[in-house]
């Protein structure tokens, strides 16, 4: 049971590239999504998907855009790299978003991404 | 938009000192959890407390939850030095479908 799994673990982009950065869920959960860490700032929710065919707009969402074509996948694409988007990407899925238990993350191993 | 606050932000005990480490809240919410992260990986779920629990204990893991002051409080018993990491606290608002995570504390056990 991998739990999520995200790919690439390392990349390193020049300004104005693009790429794609992929998030794949074995446990059937229902809600995924994309943070980014940046030192002294904790975890910031870029977008997230409440299901199939669905993604929202979450904290800092400029210069992203994600797609959840299947359930158990979640892409977040950077269409032009800035220098500003250095940082650690991970993904995260849960059962469901209500306040109760079953809103317990589980994240991926993250992606540290550098754009020069 | 809401966040947890963890104070202290850095913590150095040595091995068998209790951690104490603190969150603290702006809105209500409906629960809190608490996740560690070790250096260079994911977020794991620690614990999780909903709001009308007031202690709650998972093996040396120890968390209390004060709604009329907006905080709560992480205590790790018999540190270890596989303790080491970062713990952020993370709240889910009553008003809101999203988990807001706090900035951190960085734990240092030392043998």
């Known amino acids: 049971n991998a739990g999520v799994t995200q790919t690439p673990k390392f990349r390193v982009l020049k300004t104005g590239q693009s790429m794609t950065l992929l998030c794949a869920q074995d446990m059937n959960h229902e809600y995924m999504y994309w943070y980014r860490q940046d030192p002294g700032m904790g975890l910031r929710l870029i977008h997230y998907s409440v299901g199939e065919g669905t993604t929202a707009k979450g904290e800092v969402p400029d210069g992203y855009n994600v797609s959840r074509l299947k359930k158990q996948n979640f892409l977040l694409g950077l269409e032009s790299a800035a220098p500003s988007q250095t940082s650690v990407y991970f993904c995260?899925?849960?059962?469901?978003?209500?306040?109760?238990?079953?809103?317990?993350?589980?994240f991926g191993a993250g992606t540290r991404l550098s754009v020069l | 938009s809401q966040q947890g606050e963890e104070d202290p932000q850095a913590l150095s005990i040595q091995e068998g000192e209790n951690a104490t480490m603190n969150c603290s809240y702006k809105?209500?919410?409906?629960?809190l959890q608490w996740y560690r992260q070790n250096s260079g990986r994911g977020l794991v779920h620690l614990i999780l407390i909903r709001s009308n629990e007031r202690e709650k204990h998972s093996g040396r893991l120890r968390v209390t939850l004060d709604t009329s002051k907006k905080s709560s409080s992480l205590l790790i018993t018999a540190s270890r030095a596989a303790d080491t990491a970062s713990y952020f606290c993370?709240?889910?608002?009553?008003?809101?479908?999203?988990?807001?995570f706090g900035t951190g504390t960085r734990l240092q056990v030392t043998l």
């Open positions: 995260a899925s849960s059962y469901s978003a209500t306040g109760l238990a079953k809103n317990i993350q589980y």
């Open positions: 993370a709240t889910w608002p009553a008003t809101a479908s999203k988990l807001t």
């Open positions: 809105t209500s919410i409906n629960n």
